[in-house]
């Protein structure tokens, strides 16, 4: 049985979280806070979340756990076949990491956790969301899903990055970065009446008032 090594804050974390359910594959969660111990980094090099523990050992970096899942183990698969729209649907995945999710996760301590961005920070997050949600306009099929017809790696980027990157946006900028994709609003109500989603949402809530302490002892 797998492992899964992490915390269900961690949107990263709740991306594989939800393969994994998506699939119907038995794991096991198993806490783990990001930490530079021996311990941790024995587990993860860079003493990072998630980490998938497998029989021959750990699997780092979610990337490359959701397409080892995907290689290793059947269920319903969440990459196609034919190789062009594979790319396609990594290459979504890839732009809604580095130029959604990052530029808000700069943004994350001001938005969330009640600290100070540096102006400077949140206006080249600001300007790289606008350009990052103007690229997923253009690339993304919204038919009904981000890739297309299926569910995909690709949905589990935007489940887990686009409505923290809409709440940096409102919070921090009063900008809806939605507004002129009512498609996309519309796949995250779809996605929100998963059932499996539905479930991460609810571990996610009830873990957020630990996390919050936590990171309120740390100030």
Same mark, same amino acid.
């Given at each position: ?12 974390? @709740?991306?594989? /979280?939800?393969?994994?359910?998506? $699939? ?23 003493? $990072? !979340?998630?980490? &998938?523990? !497998? ?7 979610? +990337? ?13 698969? *969440?990459?196609? @076949? ?15 990491? &580095? ?24 206006? $080249? +997050?600001?300007?790289?969301?606008? *350009?990052?949600?103007? +690229? ?19 949905? *589990?980027?935007?489940?887990? +990055? ?5 709440? !940096?946006?409102? /919070?921090?900028?009063?900008?809806? *970065? ?17 059932? @499996? ?21 740390? $100030?």
């Amino acid at each position: 049985m797998f492992k899964l090594y992490g915390f269900c804050v961690s949107n990263y974390y @709740n991306m594989v /979280k939800l393969a994994l359910l998506e $699939k119907g594959l038995p794991f096991e969660e198993v806490m783990f806070l990001p930490t530079q111990t021996p311990e941790s980094l024995a587990i993860s090099p860079r003493g $990072k !979340v998630p980490v &998938l523990g !497998v029989e021959q050992g750990y699997i780092n970096e979610t +990337s490359v756990i959701l397409e080892y899942i995907e290689q290793a183990q059947k269920g319903k698969p *969440l990459l196609p @076949n034919e190789p062009f729209e594979r790319a396609q649907v990594l290459a979504l995945a890839k732009e809604i990491e &580095l130029y959604i999710e990052l530029p808000a996760r700069a943004c994350f301590p001001e938005a969330f956790f009640g600290m100070t961005v540096p102006e400077a920070i949140k206006e $080249k +997050s600001k300007a790289e969301l606008l *350009l990052g949600f103007a +690229s997923l306009a253009r690339h993304g099929k919204f038919a009904p899903y981000v890739a297309g017809e299926s569910l995909s790696i690709a949905d *589990l980027y935007f489940q887990y +990055s686009v409505p923290l990157a809409c709440g !940096v946006a409102h /919070k921090l900028f009063g900008i809806d *970065l939605l507004a002129e994709m009512p498609k996309a609003k519309a796949l995250l109500e779809r996605l929100g009446e998963n059932p @499996n989603v539905q479930r991460v949402a609810a571990e996610r809530e009830a873990a957020m008032p630990a996390f919050m302490a936590m990171i309120a002892a740390k $100030k």
